[in-house]
C-alpha cells in the first residue's frame, strides 16, 4: 500500500491562518468539487482559519460553488493547495506561487511534480475522492460537513461518468456510500449536472449526425467557430458532449475538435482501451490514460494526431484478436 502524506498535509495546514485553495482553469465538477470540499472541510474544521477559493468563473457549475474576492495581500503566510490540476500552466489563477507553502493534491500522472508537498494518487478516480481519503485519514481531528459531502459526491459522480468508467474502484463506491449518509439530495446534483441547454441537445444532435469513424475505430468530430456559433455554444459547454461517441458501436478511440477564437483546435481525446496521453503530451497536453487534452495549432495537426490515434488502435485491435 502506498503511502499518501495525510497527517503530514494535516500538519502543515494547522500551521497556516490563511489557506487558499486553487484548482485547473475550465473547471469541471471534480474541480470544484475538491476544492469546493476541501474548503468546506477546513472551514467546518477550524473556524477561525481564514480559507479561500481562489479561480476563476465556474460559469454554469455555480450550482456547486463559486470563487471568493482573494487579494493579494491573502497571499502573504498563506499556505496555497491546488487540487486537481496536474500541471503549473493550468492552474487557475497565477497567484498560486505567492504563498508560503504550496501543496498538490491530485489524481492525474505527475508529470509536473511541483509543490513543497505532494499528495499524488493517480489510482483514485477523483481528486474529490482524494479529499475524502484525507477526510477519512483524518476523521478525529477533522469535520466533514453536509456541504463538503454534496461537493466531494459531485466530483466523483462528474469524474467517473456516473460510475462508469474504469477508474470506479469499490472504494470509490464506499467513498460515495459513506457521502451519501450525509444530508444533500443526491438526485438532486445528479441532475443538475445532467442538465444540458436546448442548444446543446441541438449540437448534440450535429455531432452525433457528423462523427467520422474509421475502420479501426477512431472517431474525429470537428467543431469550428461556425458551427459553435450556428449552435450558439461555447467551449465549455462541449464537455457535455465529450462522452457521447463512447456509446456507439465499434467506436474505440475519439477525438473532439473544438476551433478556438485564437484560431487553433482544443482537442479532447479518449479512449476505451488504447493508453492515449502519451499522443496528447506530444501535442501539448496531458492527462489520464483513457481521458487526455491536448491543442493542435491547425487542421494538419489534427490530421496527424488522428493519424497517431490509428496507430495505436490498429495496434490494440490486432492484439485482441
Ligand atoms: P478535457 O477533454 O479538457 O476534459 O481533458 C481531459 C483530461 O486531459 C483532463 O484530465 C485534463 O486534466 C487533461 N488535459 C486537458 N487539456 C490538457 C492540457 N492542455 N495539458 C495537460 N493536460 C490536459
Known amino acids: 500500500m502506498a503511502h499518501f502524506p495525510y497527517q ?12 487558499i485553495v486553487h484548482r485547473h482553469m475550465r473547471p469541471d465538477p471534480d474541480a470544484l468539487g475538491s476544492q469546493g470540499g476541501l474548503v468546506e472541510i477546513l472551514k467546518a474544521s477550524f473556524p477561525d482559519k481564514k480559507i479561500l477559493k481562489a479561480g476563476g468563473p465556474v460559469g454554469d457549475l455555480a450550482f456547486l460553488t463559486t470563487m471568493d474576492t482573494v487579494l493579494d495581500e491573502d497571499y502573504q503566510g498563506a499556505l496555497v493547495i491546488v487540487t486537481d490540476t496536474a500541471n503549473r500552466p493550468r492552474i487557475s489563477d497565477e497567484r498560486y506561487g505567492q504563498g508560503a507553502k504550496l501543496i498538490k493534491i491530485d489524481h492525474h500522472p505527475n ?60 472504494h470509490t463506491m464506499q467513498i460515495a456510500a459513506m457521502l451519501m449518509g450525509y444530508d444533500f439530495v443526491p438526485t438532486e446534483v445528479n441532475n443538475q449536472m445532467n442538465v444540458i441547454s436546448k442548444r446543446v441537445a441541438q449540437l448534440t444532435g450535429y455531432v452525433l449526425q457528423n462523427i467520422a469513424v474509421s475502420a479501426s475505430g477512431v472517431a474525429k468530430v470537428m467543431l469550428t467557430k461556425e458551427i459553435m456559433e450556428q449552435f450558439g455554444v461555447t467551449d465549455t459547454e462541449t464537455s457535455s458532449i465529450v462522452s457521447i461517441p463512447g456509446t456507439i458501436e465499434g467506436i474505440l478511440v475519439w477525438g473532439i475538435f473544438v476551433e478556438q477564437p485564437e484560431g487553433y483546435f482544443r482537442c479532447r481525446l479518449r479512449s476505451k482501451g488504447p493508453v492515449i496521453n502519451e499522443i496528447a503530451k506530444l501535442h501539448h497536453g496531458g492527462g489520464h490514460p483513457l481521458a487526455s487534452g491536448a491543442n493542435a495549432k491547425d487542421e494538419k495537426e489534427i490530421s496527424q494526431i488522428v493519424a497517431e490515434l490509428t496507430e495505436l488502435a490498429q495496434l490494440w485491435g490486432n492484439k485482441e484478436k
Do not use: K
Open 111 to 170: 508529470d509536473d511534480a511541483y509543490g513543497d508537498l505532494l499528495l499524488v494518487n493517480i489510482e483514485a478516480s477523483s481528486c474529490s475522492e482524494i479529499i475524502a481519503d484525507f477526510y477519512l485519514a483524518n476523521q478525529d481531528q477533522l469535520t466533514l460537513s453536509d456541504e463538503a459531502a454534496r461537493l466531494l459526491y459531485a466530483g466523483i459522480v462528474g469524474d467517473t461518468g456516473r460510475f462508469l468508467y474504469p477508474a470506479t474502484t469499490a
Open 8 to 19: 503530514e498535509i494535516l500538519e502543515v495546514i494547522m500551521q497556516h491562518e490563511t489557506i
